[in-house]
């Protein structure tokens, strides 16, 4: 009777065990399995770092992304042909012109502007009325260099149509403007044009007509 009992615990002991061959190759398994899990972890944590260290351009990349563009018309330049003085001059530079057709301006948008301190307080966006502002006096460029009127004239807005709003014009942006002469009459100083205006190749603002008057 004690030798059965002491044959079946030791039968059951047995059962239990792991030998040092297969217990030395599950420490092996588990050992190669987690140095492989660190490697890869290390591997992919390296490739983020390069990734994001080669996404970084540095200062004088980005400025030279603007480097082909010409100023035809400086600040300087505008202020002799516009009558407009800060806070209501609203374009900075002319980059692309055509005498009596079509012109691109610059404005770049700036927290200082003083609407902003109402236009919202906490969601500063530029008065989409600006916006339309900005075109005209850009078309107030082109045609205030036209026969029939001299730089420093006053045009004034007769009728805008078609406007529409694609997208908030914020500070810290660039809106790029163009405009484009559809009619002037030089004797009774009647002007027409049509304008859009851009935000980082995104269509931010259009006006299908505008009219202007000049001052008599």
């Not at 407009?84 to 005498?99: S, T």
């Not at 916006?131 to 004239?153: D, F, H, R, T, Y």
């Not at 006053?154 to 009728?159: I, K, L, M, P, T």
Request: contains cysteine; aromatic residues 8%.
């Amino acid at each position: 009777m004690k030798l059965a009992i002491l044959s079946t615990l030791l039968s059951v002991t047995t059962a239990f065990m792991v030998s040092p061959t297969q217990s030395t190759h599950n420490a092996f398994a588990t050992m190669t399995t987690s140095s492989s899990s660190t490697l890869l972890r290390q591997a992919e944590e390296t490739a983020s770092s390069e990734a994001t260290a080669s996404d970084f351009q540095g200062s004088q990349a980005i400025s030279s992304l603007t480097s082909g563009i010409k100023t035809i018309f400086s600040s300087e330049d505008i202020a002799k042909i516009l009558p407009h003085r800060y806070p209501f001059l609203l374009v900075d530079k002319v980059v692309e012109y055509e005498a009596g057709k079509r012109a691109v301006g610059i404005k770049s948008v700036t927290l200082n502007e003083p609407h902003f301190t109402g236009h919202f307080p906490d969601r500063p966006i530029m008065p989409g009325v600006l916006q339309v502002e900005a075109l005209a006096q850009l078309a107030g460029i082109v045609c205030l260099q036209m026969e029939g009127a001299e730089p420093g004239a006053v045009f004034f807005f007769a009728g805008v149509d078609g406007v529409k709003w694609k997208k908030p014009v914020v500070p810290g942006d660039t809106l790029v403007m163009e405009v484009e002469i559809k009619m002037w009459r030089a004797k009774m100083g009647i002007a027409k044009a049509t304008g859009k205006a851009y935000v980082d190749g995104e269509l931010a603002v259009e006006v299908q007509g505008m009219t202007f008057a000049l001052a008599k």
